[in-house]
């Protein structure tokens, strides 16, 4: 069993396009090459620094490499984070459908950092609504 929810390539195509709100936070505008995803994601910079750039993004319901939920984090045990550079864990707190679109937004908290993920829900199953997630991002 996998606990691999999501994962694709994206895109960063603008940063902090309201202007800048918090100084070590910044919010990324992405799009995703497989799946044609709209991702807006807010990164701690003064701890993973990003730029335009392109970087693989991973949604996952545990860090267990055979997907059993995690019970408790052991450091000394090979897990899903090793493969990443910034990870996080949060909540799915809102799954909405737009009915013209046919598409769904997933918004996401990670500790007051928002994720927003718009797209086809053919390729977001088992992402629902107070799903504890983690995302797992690397640099490409």
Do not use: W
């Not at 994601?41 to 970087?55: L, S, V, W």
């Amino acid at each position: 069993m996998s606990a691999i929810l999501f994962e694709d390539t994206f895109e960063v195509k603008e940063i902090d396009p309201d202007g800048k709100k918090f100084d070590r936070v910044s919010r990324f505008i992405c799009y995703g090459e497989s799946y044609e995803m709209d991702l807006h994601i807010d990164i701690a910079t003064h701890i993973y620094p990003m730029e335009h750039e392109k970087f693989k993004l991973v949604l996952a319901s545990s860090l267990s490499l055979d997907g059993t939920m995690d019970i408790s984090f052991d450091s000394n045990k090979p897990s899903l984070a090793d493969k990443f550079d910034y990870v996080m864990f949060g909540k799915i707190f809102k799954y909405q459908k737009d009915n013209s679109s046919s598409k769904v937004s997933i918004f996401a908290s990670f500790g007051g950092l928002l994720m927003l993920l718009q797209g086809d829900p053919r390729y977001l199953p088992g992402l629902e609504l107070d799903a504890r997630i983690y995302l797992l991002i690397k640099k490409i």
